[in-house]
């Protein structure tokens, strides 16, 4: 039983591994389930920046940018590769948060936040005002489908099994960051940023590798988006997508990894039922995440966790 | 422990609804419907959706197609491309129609003709966005091309001389589009383009661009532009008491539109399709009898008249069911080839002639140019 | 026209949208300098503000009793949702309580839609009449409103601030909530009290707004961003360089669309805005 | 880098200022390698200030500090720590987000030692397990010495007031440092609790390691400290062994007052 309540995560990853085989999915089904992972990828690596180093962003979606329009541009108008373009884009976010990591991470909350949505706003309207560029307002069209080894990932289920492999690895080495000494470095310095300098912690160093690190999960999370949409618009990449990445961190239960991703999976699947509900749809959502941000402050994964151990009795530390 | 137990309960409820999804039946033809229903354009979602549902309700009461009754599935997209792009494959995939009509902006359209070229699906778009039929050969427009509303207006400014323009364009697809069929037809009417300004369209206020443009002395002004940002134009307009008539897009073809502009004096110029005002029309315009047989339908169903955006759809369900007649198969690529294969079509934003290069299929000559006086739709003399 | 009164006009189109900013930003410092959070359900407020007045006119109620009415109504909506909604989430992170605010503006934006629906509304001016013309510029009387109605109300805060015991003691309470409660402040209440100000003025300025613009239950998010700018330039807890910094940041809007670039004038807003927070992090008009 | 005279700590005309006001004025004095200095003094007499001002938290206005003969004004707070020397503090701070333990805490001690890359991190986990693996026996050790080994899982929060302050200290013992800053560390003790916290000062003292100690407790400094140095409104007041400062007037007149007694009962 001890070992259900350690290795829970590999019936997981097998559950993602056989829904296929046995849901037999839609192209439809399979498409909501790559757009999840594709979230999650985001969540996890906001995650990692807002809930292990307390670093708030409110404006994480113009990585999420940068990604899908560097794939987009090189592969639609310059013949790059899919995995080529993919690579720059991460050596592209990477640089760019580099860079502006420094100055605005040493600002503190609401600034901090202030900062963010202000760098996102920057990026979209530089996509927009760059039309030959990028297509501007219209959108980006004519972007080729993922290919790895010259081989098409056009099919649904390939691209499903391609994501959610990025999906894994995404969590996986999250979770290695975040139970290593660089995670721990983390933590001492959302708990307590003065206290981490006093043990030899660089807190400018580390908060900006932090950054770099979601900087390129939300590249690859843009890339990957691009290449199964065919199209992007800067609509799909302004502050209210990053809002809503803060809104999945919350309701999901911030400073998890896995809490994070059970998020994005939730509300990407919702509006699956609140559709129906037309009209009421906007007050609906509101009411869940109020409610969960008062009732359950850890989030859906806090459920989680307290369901597994009323199922998997307590053995001890 | 209580609220424990209802947590796992919604959670369950959640996942079984997710799973069961809606059921429907193999008899009719499935046609889907992609319609802006919340998000900023979804001001516009509503007209097109109750257009869309009246025609297929029209054409079943006439019996259906082939035999077969039509069902029309729609879905909102948020006025988010990706979402567009999500529901469009629903539509393909999980309830698999034959067809599909709807959206609302150029980004949305980009997104669904993304899916509906990918998985070779006929789909019906109206919006801004220029079908290039070697990229999009799925693809078909019944909204008005951006150059026959430039064209349209740009006859009538010769015949009033006005040799002066000016264009106020929204940053975004509007703004791009309507700047670029501007300058391409100037030359051939006549018409100098004497500078362009930029606005936001959440901006509130644009007397600074329009002062600017006041300087360039146009006899008119063009602002590709939609809705609310249009009439704020048009206002500000009213307080420089910049006395020019203003030439906007032809999306504002809709009641909304007269009640933004109630207490606006500037001189509105709308391009529209002619279902804005049928008794302008001779009788001896085919299109004439469409529009008048709808909208009387439509006002008895939704106690207001047909507008530009009720006629978008309304062809749009027309032409695929044209096509599903043509052809006699439900099969999506063979009713793509019906589709284009259609001519001389008449319908209520004109008379459509496809061709394998022009999935547009109406001519300049179906649009007229409005203006509105005492709150109504009038013909400019 | 000249260019004198080009540079007239600008200024006017600057104002106009600045002192929109400067209220928004106002009712976000209130509430900020008592409870130190910042609200993002602001816009609601607004548009809350604008719709109601828009409907009671429309009903037929005079314009100056919508006014009231409409604040009124305002300010016990924002006063329920502290008492309900933030009270309950003391001692949470900032991350959290931003959520929670995104989560009461989801909350109320779709309130919104079930109640006006989709389509814009426009509220008549206040006043009728043809607009001054000041060196060649047209003035609208709905900006003379705008602006006096701001000046009206920093002049009540003002008062309410330095001159009663209540405003007094809010103060108290910004500087040290602790210290306060000793003195036998009730916190609670201070905190009450700056939800309901900052919810009326947030209503406020969407009603000073409406007759100049078209109102619909999404066109909160705008101006709610915009404040919330013009806040942190002038310093997160300062009122009056809240108030410097939204007219500014109307004036340099409107000066850039005129003089430099429409087409990038947001771009040049938001990195003004990233390198005062680089280079001034406690607002442009701090002392330190 | 070799230390002058014997003395690895070497403060001289530090000086620093709070919006004009001076709260460190020209202070200047040395430790000797290998001993434990005391600084006493009132409340507000500048003693975490010049702690802070050693330690990089708040760098003085004017003045040099010589570490081990090298003048860490103008370093960053990680680097001077880096250098060897590592610190309490006088209001408990421990790591307590995403339920770090007491563990946790001491291990961020090593991270100086491991300083993790992210790509280390990501790609060699076997080299960055085998790392982990020996901090952890090392901060169990120390864990040990201070004795909350058994605590070695709870979070910070769950213990006790004094083992915190234990916490703290295996914390600072885990970055290997030559010299340890300590800010009031008994303060908040009972009295078992503070003859505990004496022996185990005189175990780290033996290990070699210099101290610092500011402290209130007059008990617990003069069975300690090798010398003593009072501060006053941010001036040296007086310094010298711990028999001097008790007889010097100034000292018993500006703080010692009342407490005098506990310092003649020592003599």
Known sequence: MNALKRYWWLILLAAIAVYPVIGKPSPYRSGLLIFAGIYIILAVGLDLLMGYTGQI???????????????????????????????????????????????????????????????????????????????GASGLRDIPPFTIFGFSLLNHLHYYYFVWTVVVLVIASSIAVVRSPFGRALIAIHSDEQAARSFGVDCAKYKTRAYM?????????????????????????????????????????IGTIFGPALGALFLKLLPEITYQFQDYELLINGIILIVVLVFFPRGLFGIFTALRNKIVPRMGK | MKRFV???????????????????????????GIFSLTGYLSWLGEYKKKAAELKVEMINQAGGVNGQQLVLISYDDNSSPEQASKVAQRLISKDQVVAMAGTASVPLSGAVASMANRYKIPTIINSG??????????????????????????????????????????????????????????????????????????????????????????QAIFAFVTGEPAALIGRNMDQ?????????????????????????????????????????????????????????????????????????????????????????????????????????FVGMQGIYTFTPKDHHGTRPDDMILLTVKAGKWEVPK | MSDISHLVQFLFSGITVGSVYALIAVSLVIVYKVSQLICFAQGEFFVFGALTMTTLVSKGVPVPLAFFLSIIIAMALGALIQQVLIRPMKNTSVGALIVMTIAISLALRGLALLIWGRESHVLPPFSRGEPIQVLGAALQLQILWIVGITTVVLFLIWFFFEKTPAGIAMRACAENPYGASLMGINTQKTTLVAWAWGSGIGALAGMAVAPMLFTQ???????????????????????????????????????????????????????????????????????? | MMEKNGHILTISGVTKTFDGVRALDDVSFSVRSGDIKALIGPNGAGKTTLLNAVSGLNPPTKGSVLFEGRDVVGLRTDQIASLGMSRTFQLIRLFTINNATVLDNVLLGAHMHLRPTLLETVFLRGRIKRQEREATAKA????????????????????????QRLLELARALMTGPRMLLLDEPASGLNDAEVEEFTRLLMTIKQQGITILIVEHNMKLVMNIADDIIVLDFGRKLAEGPPSAICANPDVIEAYLGAQSKECGVTQ
């Open chain 1, 213 to 253: 690190l979601a900087a390129v999960y939300a590249s690859i999370a843009g890339s990957l988006f691009a290449h199964y949409m065919g199209f992007i618009a800067p609509d799909d990449f302004g502050i209210l997508t990053s809002i809503n990445l803060l809104v999945m961190l919350f309701l999901g239960g």
């Open chain 2, 6 to 32: 209802f947590s796992v309960f919604v959670l369950m409820v959640f996942v079984a609804l997710v799973a069961a999804g809606p059921a429907w039946s193999k008899e009719p033809i499935k046609i889907g």
């Open chain 4, 140 to 163: 169990m050790d120390l864990l040990k010495l201070v004795g909350i080994e058994k605590e070695a899982h709870a979070l910070p929060g769950e213990l006790s007031f004094g083992s």
């Open chain 2, 240 to 344: 420089l008491s910049f006395k020019v008539p203003l030439l906007v897009s032809h999306g504002n073809a809709n009641p909304g539109f007269l009640k933004l502009v109630s207490n606006v004096r500037t001189q509105m110029l709308v391009p529209s399709g002619k279902v804005m005002k049928p008794e302008a029309l001779p009788d001896s315009d085919p299109t004439k009898k469409v529009i008048v047989e709808f909208n009387k339908k439509h006002i008895a169903k939704y106690k207001e008249p047909a507008n530009y955006f009720s006629a978008e759809l309304a062809d749009a369900i027309d032409l695929i069911a044209e096509g599903l007649r043509t052809s006699g198969t439900t099969d999506p690529v063979k009713l793509r080839d019906a589709i284009e294969n259609i001519k001389g």
């Open chain 3, 217 to 288: 239950y999404t066109s909160g998010i705008m101006p709610m961003v915009k404040g919330f700018i013009a806040m942190s330039i002038g310093g997160l807890g300062s009122i009056v360089g809240s108030v410097i910094a939204g007219l500014l940041l109307g004036l340099v809007e409107s000066y850039t669309i005129g003089l430099i670039s429409s087409k990038f004038s947001d771009t040049i807003v938001f990195a003004l805005l990233m390198a005062v927070l680089v280079f001034r992090p406690n607002g442009l008009f701090s002392r330190s």
């Open chain 1, 57 to 135: 962003s409110v404006g994480h979606a113009a990585f999420f940018a940068v990604g899908a329009y560097t794939s987009g541009i090189l592969t639609a108008k310059y013949g790059f590769s899919p995995a080529a373009a993919m690579g720059v884009g991460v050596v592209f976010s990477a640089t760019l948060a580099f860079l502006t990591g420094r100055p605005v991470l040493a600002l503190k909350e609401y600034y901090l936040a202030m900062a963010t949505l202000a760098f996102n706003e920057i990026v979209v309207t530089l996509i927009i005002g760059f039309e030959g560029l990028t297509g």
């Open chain 2, 129 to 218: 966005y220029a079908v290039d039929t070697s990229k999009d050969p799925y693809l078909f427009n019944t909204s008005h091309k951006t150059d026959f509303a430039v064209i349209t207006a740009y006859k009538v400014f010769q015949k009033k001389g006005i040799k002066k323009l000016a264009l106020l364009m929204p940053i975004g697809p509007l703004g791009e589009i309507g700047g670029t069929a501007a300058r391409k037809y100037a030359a051939e009417y006549g018409v100098t383009i004497v500078g362009e300004e930029k606005f936001d369209v959440k901006a509130a206020d644009v007397t600074a661009q329009l002062a600017k443009i006041r300087n360039m002395n146009p």
